[in-house]
């Protein structure tokens, strides 16, 4: 069974830039999320793709989007690149999209964004 | 927008049961309770899930009373590895539903 992978691993950008992370779910799993972790802080949730579609969506604004592919693989984009961007950016995927109804979420390890 | 409240840190020692409790108000009907680890540099891992009243696995037990706006993980003889942080997290509608941690609870288990 293959896990969660992210990569890249650590990226450094300037503000202003735009920024692709990708993710590759776990096998079986059609359904991923993205969260945005400061230092110290939780994660927080960004949205959630099931079969291609954004199925959710947290209090984050335009310049975040994101992909999902038929192999279920996704994509976090992000434009216009703000120093309070600067975050891990973790990737989960599950069974399924039930939010908050009893999914199992597996989580990459991430990839740490530094904006400078 | 309702979020969830742990305590920000706890301390324990080897071999102690740990409890941990999460405030979660205005949780839905429907949500499930589901509470999680993290280590430095990684990503959250699975540790327990319930809907009502008690659930145990070979890790953890979870502990959840009838009215739900609470939940409490128990972590029976912690040991040194179990240094962690520990997030609740609910499902908590916000109009297009979001999954929301809580704050967290920096857990260190000295010897």
């Known amino acids: ?53 954004e199925n959710g ?9 994101g992909l999902q592919f038929p192999n279920y693989s996704s994509e976090l984009n992000v434009n216009a690149l703000e120093l309070d961007d600067s975050a891990l950016y973790l ?15 597996f989580f990459g390890s991430g990839t740490q964004l530094s904006v400078l | 927008l309702a979020k969830t409240t742990q305590p920000i840190s706890m301390d324990s020692y080897e071999g102690q049961e740990v409890n941990i409790t ?9 949500d499930y309770i589901t509470w999680y680890q993290q280590f430095p540099s ?13 659930v145990t696995n070979e890790v953890a037990s979870l502990f959840i009373p009838a009215d739900r706006k609470s939940s409490t993980l128990s972590l029976p003889r912690v040991s040194l590895s179990d240094t962690a942080v520990y997030y609740c997290l609910v499902g908590i509608y916000t109009g297009r539903r979001a999954l929301t941690f809580g704050s967290g609870t920096r857990l260190q288990v000295q010897p």
Not at chain 1, 91 to 105: I, N, V, Y
Not at chain 2, 42 to 54: D, E, V
């Open chain 1, 1 to 53: 069974e293959t896990g969660v992978t992210q990569s890249p691993t650590h990226l450094i950008k300037t503000r202003g830039q735009q920024v692709t992370l990708r993710c590759s779910s776990q096998s079986g799993h059609n359904t991923v999320s993205w969260y945005q972790q400061a230092l110290g802080q939780g994660p927080q949730f960004i949205f959630q793709y099931y079969r291609e579609e």
């Open chain 1, 91 to 105: 990737c989960a995927s599950s069974l399924s999209p039930g939010l908050g109804s009893g999914e199992k979420l």
């Open chain 1, 57 to 65: 969506r947290g209090n984050f604004p335009p310049r975040f989007s």
């Open chain 2, 22 to 30: 999460c405030s979660h108000n205005n949780i839905a009907t429907n």
């Open chain 2, 42 to 54: 990684q990503g959250p891992r699975f540790i327990i899930q319930g809907y009502k009243t008690k």
